[in-house]
C-alpha cells in the first residue's frame, strides 16, 4: 500500500512537473510575442515622427521660398543675393502676368455661381420629374361668416341635425369651427355651441 501511495504521489508530482513546464513554455512565447508587437509598433511610431519631421521640413522651406519671392519676384541667386536685373522684355513679361492674373482674380470675385446653382439644381429636379408650380396661392384669412352662406337652423329630431350636419360643405363646417373658437355660439346650432 506505500508503494502505491509513492507511485501516486511520484505520479502526480510528475503530472504537476509538466503542467508547470508547459505553462513556462507558453509564457515564454507570449512574452516573446509581446516583445516582438512593442519593437514593431515602436519601429511605426519612430517611422511616423521621421516623416513628420520630413514634412515640417518640406513645410518650412516651401513657406521660406513662397515668403522670398513675395518679397523679391524676380527670384535669388544660389548664394542668396539678390538676382540681377532681367532684360526689359522679361520685366514686361511680368508685368503683363500680373495684369492677367489681377483680371481673372476680378472676374472670378464679380462671377455669380448662385445663379448657375440654382439653374442647374432646377433642371436636375425637372428631369427627376419635378415641376415647378407657380398656381399655388397663400392661404387668406377672412373674418366675413355666414352673410352669404344658408343659416344653419335648429332641426326638430336628431336624426334631422346628422342629416343636415352630413349635407353641410367643408366650407361651412370650417366657419363654424372657427365661430367656436372665436366663441361666437349665437348663429351656432345648440348641439354645436354646446359642445
Given at each position: ?109 464679380s462671377l455669380d455661381i448662385s445663379k448657375a446653382v440654382k439653374d442647374e439644381s432646377e433642371n436636375r429636379l425637372r ?69
Amino acid at each position: 500500500m506505500s508503494d502505491e501511495i509513492l507511485n501516486r504521489i511520484e505520479k502526480h508530482m510528475e503530472g504537476t512537473q509538466l503542467g508547470l513546464a508547459a505553462l513556462s513554455e507558453v509564457l515564454q512565447k507570449m512574452d516573446a510575442r509581446i516583445e516582438a508587437e512593442d519593437d514593431a509598433s515602436y519601429e511605426i511610431a519612430k517611422e511616423e515622427e521621421a516623416q513628420l519631421e520630413k514634412e515640417e521640413l518640406i513645410h518650412d522651406i516651401a513657406k521660406a521660398v513662397l515668403i522670398e519671392l513675395a518679397e523679391n519676384p524676380l527670384g535669388m541667386d544660389v548664394d542668396g543675393t539678390e538676382a540681377m536685373h532681367e532684360e526689359e522684355d522679361e520685366k514686361d513679361e511680368v508685368k503683363k502676368l500680373y495684369k492677367q492674373i489681377s483680371s481673372l482674380q476680378k472676374q472670378i470675385e464679380s462671377l455669380d455661381i448662385s445663379k448657375a446653382v440654382k439653374d442647374e439644381s432646377e433642371n436636375r429636379l425637372r428631369k427627376m420629374g419635378f415641376k415647378e408650380e407657380n398656381g399655388l396661392q397663400k392661404p387668406e384669412l377672412s373674418n366675413v361668416f355666414g352673410a352669404d352662406e344658408t343659416p344653419i337652423k335648429k332641426a326638430q329630431t336628431v336624426n334631422d341635425v346628422v342629416d343636415q350636419l352630413t349635407n353641410l360643405s367643408y366650407k361651412e363646417l370650417r366657419k363654424m369651427q372657427e365661430f367656436k373658437r372665436q366663441g361666437l355660439t349665437e348663429n351656432l346650432p345648440d348641439e354645436i355651441a354646446n359642445l
